[in-house]
């Protein structure tokens, strides 16, 4: 047991998850929600980098995937981050919460 | 002629229906077209005169009109002499008071109204002379009736004429009452309501019942002899009451001492007092006897009694037509209407019709004695009481109303004691110089515009002819030789003589010498002395030619039509009209020689008191004060009947008025008020319940909405939230 | 050895995410991110991706980090001291993130994985750079329109609009 197995990095991963759905939820930041997402990406790169690993180490799929991930990871960050400087032009703040047009 | 002379009564009636519809607007041509077809009813009734005259047998046709399985009812015509004499009578007043109308009218502005009723009425009356059953007879007395309602109220803007009108038809009304149940019991007794069936049911009942007169006629015929009604009154009467056995028994005792060997004879000829008819009477009966047709002549009499009561029933509703006692007194207030009304209906014709009905129940009156008895009494009743109160009435149109009302009673006395042509032809008479008399009076009313004799006087110089026909007719009245009133008179007194009916011939006198009285007493206050009222003196003048011919007409009229009934004469009246058998009795000198001298001292006390003035009224008025205001204020009969039967009468509709409006209207109302207070409630249950349920609705639908827009936040984090605990959920469930 | 250093890392990266997740300073978040992100690289290096790790690094922390390090400071209300950071759905939140943890640590758990013997070619940037255009190519080429629309839309977005100055 020198080694880390798989299950290690996929607890890994579910923590990360579950720690960026907490974000997700629960901050009122604008940034800060994006943050949380990022977060959640990178928990799934974890996991498809171990699986890449431990299951299919010839192809190296997953680590592909990862690429891809990081790449939209990106384009995502900066569109959302546009749309928070025009958030933040229009309302003075970014709290999520007091975006609630589409509502009663 | 005969046969189509149903025609008669439909020219007046045509008359009435053309002005009626369409020559209201015209009164000159109105009246002409009326006096033209009454003129023609005239002319095709005095054909018929003729026609009978030659050839006096009854015509009757009739047309079964109602027929039940074994009833049948014929509706048809009858012409007897009798007929044809009224026919004349009737329209020969009717044409006259139609040619009098002209004049008297003008100026009238509904004057062609007036002579559509006349010849409506004339058409009534027409009708009622010719019918042959006496239910067709009950129609046209129904029609006549209403016709003389609608005269004499026809100034009917006076509420005073409105009421006489109305008190007409309700006294005769109520008399028609006793008409009809005594038509439904003579048609229930006999099966028949024609007259001829009738008069031959009824001889063949007598027969049956083996009661026969004298053999003057055969077939037991009855005559019109004086004896033929009542034998004396009394006596008859309770022989009537007595059963069959003991009137044989004291007729035997009297009579003839043979036997006859039959068990129960028959005997009960009321009508005879002399002992050979009764011995004749037994012999036929005993021939006739056998044991069944003793049920026969117990069922005959029996009938014989219903016919009997039924007969004095239909003479109930005569009294009411002919003013007699008790209804009497409907004709005195007639007098509001217009004068020519008063001469033909209250004159000549409607109150003819009592008489003439009378006159057709003739053989009721023959077989029933009881009912004889009642008609003579009412009749004479009637005479002196009308005769007593016209002595003092100022009204010239009542003196002459209470004349007729006694001059009536005289024929219906007459009837009752068998006096069939008699009290004909004193209807015949004094339909000609009753008629003038109102006329006359008729004209001095419309040249002095008052009705007060009080307020008359001296008018012959001013209205000559008028005052020599209303002295005429006065004379006539009066019973003077040789004027036509003399001879009817004389007739009436020969058949209470002859019958031995003193008490009759007594009352008969003494209404003599009161109506011989009061006519002079009339006639001197009105045309002679000096005049009371200068200024309606002044005013007089005689009426024009269309007024006065008629006066001078019937002036010829009641001088000569008398004649026709001479007693000398071998073919006179007696001999035309009569029932069962002519009869020719020998006039009784002394006692037309009675009858002059009562009637010269009745018009010699109103010569003394009213002309010379050396009895004075006003001493007389005075001296018999009491007396004199019974009389004056006519025995207080209104009073009395507006006492005991109006007023009850109205009493009780005036409680039956605010029963209705207590109970009816408040039911009515009640309803109402119910139906206002449920729609009431149904609106609220509307608003609450209904509505409440829609709205309630539609609140449930805003509060949902209210609640489930909440989750609606708008709000990002919370759909995700929402997502991840779905994806719990899903998760959780697939690993389960 | 390595499972130690796994620990290590897998701590670090572990406290940083909550701090990022938790603290009330937004900067403070953006900076734990990025000890999150080294944290992971490391993780990478681990899981013998080393050009994952550069990119990461270079990418992540480099670019996305610094960009939002950015979008905070352009962002930053003096306020912001004083106005709670975390929502009123910290509760739900908090039990329904424990469930799906649980759910996934089970899963995890429960899944037989099937583990291979094979192992990971021996220079990984030169595989991973033959395999991106021959086998992956294009997804390669889809993602570098995203990049461009993404490049494109992020300006236009942001755009000042002249009317709006008015």
Avoid at chain 2, 490 to 515: C, K, Q, S, W
Avoid at chain 3, 83 to 105: D, H, P
């Amino acid at each position: 047991m020198a080694e880390p197995t798989l299950l290690h990095y996929l607890v890994l991963g579910a923590v990360l998850f579950a720690l960026g759905i907490f974000g997700l939820l629960t901050r009122r930041n604008a940034i800060g929600v994006l943050m949380a997402i990022e977060l959640m990406f990178n928990a799934a790169a974890i996991n498809f980098v171990a699986f890449t690993k431990f299951v299919a180490p010839e192809e190296i799929a997953g680590q592909i995937f990862t690429i891809f991930i990081i790449t939209i990871a990106a384009a995502e960050a900066a569109v959302g981050l546009a749309i928070v400087i025009l958030i933040y032009r229009n309302f003075k703040g970014i709290e999520v919460d007091n975006i609630n047009f589409m509502k009663w | 002629m005969v046969e189509y002379s149903w025609i008669i009564p439909l020219f007046p009636l045509f008359s009435f229906v053309m002005i009626v519809f369409f020559l209201n607007r015209n009164n000159k041509v109105s009246s002409y077209f009326a006096c033209a077809m009454i003129l023609v009813s005239f002319v095709l009734s005095l054909k018929v005169f003729f026609e009978v005259l030659a050839q006096p047998e009854p015509y009757m046709a009739f047309v079964n009109w109602l027929v039940w399985s074994d009833f049948v009812l014929p509706m048809g015509i009858y012409i007897d002499p009798l007929a044809a004499v009224m026919l004349i009578v009737v329209t020969v007043v009717s044409s006259l008071v139609h040619i009098y109308s002209i004049g008297y009218m003008h100026g009238d502005p509904i004057f062609a109204r007036f002579f559509a009723y006349l010849g409506l009425f004339s058409f009534s009356m027409l009708g009622l002379v010719i019918a042959g059953s006496y239910v067709l007879v009950l129609v046209f007395w129904e029609l006549v009736g209403f016709t003389s309602y609608i005269l004499i109220g026809f100034y009917f803007q006076k509420k005073i004429a409105a009421d006489a009108g109305k008190k007409a038809f309700v006294t005769t009304k109520l008399a028609d009452l006793g008409f009809l149940l005594g038509l439904v019991l003579l048609i229930f007794a006999v099966g028949t309501a024609s007259l001829p069936e009738l008069n031959e049911k009824i001889k063949s009942l007598k027969v049956d019942a083996g009661i026969v007169d004298e053999s003057h006629g055969s077939h037991g015929a009855d005559t019109d002899h004086g004896s033929a009604g009542i034998a004396h009154a009394e006596e008859i009467y309770h022989e009537f009451e007595q059963t069959p056995e003991d009137v044989l028994a004291k007729s035997t005792h009297e009579t003839v001492s043979e036997t006859p060997t039959s068990e129960k004879p028959d005997h009960g000829p009321p009508m005879m007092g002399h002992e050979e008819e009764i011995e004749e009477t037994r012999v036929i009966a005993a021939a006739a006897e056998t044991h069944d047709e003793s049920d026969k002549k117990e069922e005959a009499k029996h009938t014989l009694l219903l016919i009997g009561i039924a007969g004095i029933l239909m003479f109930m509703g005569a009294c009411g037509k002919s003013a007699q006692f008790p209804f009497h007194v409907w004709l005195p207030d007639a007098m509001e209407g217009p004068t020519p009304v008063s001469a033909l209906i209250h004159a000549a014709t409607m109150v003819a019709a009592g008489v003439y009905l009378t006159a057709r129940l003739m053989a009721v009156i023959l077989v029933s004695p009881m009912m004889g008895l009642v008609v003579a009494a009412i009749g004479a009743i009637t005479a002196l009481l009308a005769a007593s109160i016209g002595l003092v009435q100022n009204d010239i149109k009542r003196v002459l109303a209470y004349s007729t009302v006694s001059q009536l009673g005289y024929m219906i006395m007459v009837l009752g004691l068998g006096g069939y042509a008699a009290g004909t032809f004193h209807l015949f008479t004094h339909a000609f110089f009753k008629a003038l008399l109102f006329l006359a009076a008729g004209s001095v009313i419309h040249a002095v515009h008052t009705n007060d004799i009080q307020n008359m006087g001296g008018l012959h110089g001013k209205m000559k002819i008028t005052s020599i026909t209303f002295l005429i007719a006065s004379l006539s009245i009066s019973g003077i030789f040789p004027l036509s009133g003399f001879w009817s008179k004389d007739e009436i007194f020969a058949v209470a003589f002859e019958g031995g009916h003193y008490i009759f011939l007594a009352a008969a006198i003494l209404a003599a010498f009161m109506t011989a009285f009061y006519m002079f007493r009339l006639y001197f206050m009105t045309f002679t002395g000096k005049p009371r009222d200068r200024h309606a003196y002044d005013h007089a003048h005689e009426s024009p030619y269309n007024m006065t011919v008629p006066l001078m007409i019937l002036a010829v009229l009641s001088i000569f039509a008398g004649w026709w009934g001479i007693p000398w004469l071998q073919s006179g009246y007696a001999s035309f009209v009569f029932f069962g058998a002519p009869h020719h009795a020998e006039p009784n000198l002394l006692l037309m020689g009675c009858s002059l001298v009562v009637a010269l001292s009745g018009i010699g006390l109103a010569y003394l008191m009213y002309y010379k003035k050396s009895i004075s009224a006003e001493e007389m008025g005075r001296k018999f004060r009491g007396l004199y205001t019974l009389l004056y204020n006519k025995y207080y009969f209104d009073e009395f009947y507006m006492a005991v039967i109006i007023n009850p009468v109205y009493n009780l509709m005036e409680k039956m008025f605010r029963f209705d409006l207590a109970v009816i209207d408040g039911t009515v109302d009640g309803v109402g008020k119910l139906t206002l207070w449920w729609s009431w409630a149904k609106e609220r249950f509307d608003t609450i319940v209904v509505d409440g349920a829609v709205n309630g609705l539609g609140y449930l639908s805003l509060g949902m909405g209210n609640i489930i827009r909440k989750t609606q936040t708008g709000q990002l984090q919370t759909y995700a939230l929402v997502v991840f605990l779905g994806a719990v959920v899903l998760i959780f469930m697939k690993f389960i | 050895m390595n499972l130690l250093i796994f620990y290590i890392l897998a701590i670090m990266a572990g406290v940083s995410a909550l701090m990022v997740v938790t603290l009330k300073n937004i900067f403070h978040s953006a900076l734990f991110l990025v000890l999150t992100l080294f944290s992971i690289a490391g993780i990478y290096i681990l899981l013998g991706a080393e050009f994952l790790a550069g990119v990461q690094v270079l990418i992540y922390v480099g670019a996305i980090t610094i960009l939002m390090i950015f979008a905070i400071m352009l962002t930053y209300q003096i306020s912001n001291k004083n106005i709670r950071q975390v929502n009123e759905q910290k509760g739900y939140a908090t039990i329904i993130v424990l469930l799906f943890f649980i759910l996934s640590l089970w899963t995890v758990l429960k899944t037989a994985w099937p583990v291979s013997d094979g192992s990971l070619p021996e220079r990984n940037t030169f595989e991973l750079g033959r395999q991106l255009l021959s086998t992956y190519v294009i997804p390669f080429e889809v993602v570098s329109v995203v990049l461009l629309v993404a490049l494109i839309g992020a300006i236009i977005i942001s755009r000042r609009d002249s009317q709006e100055e008015n």
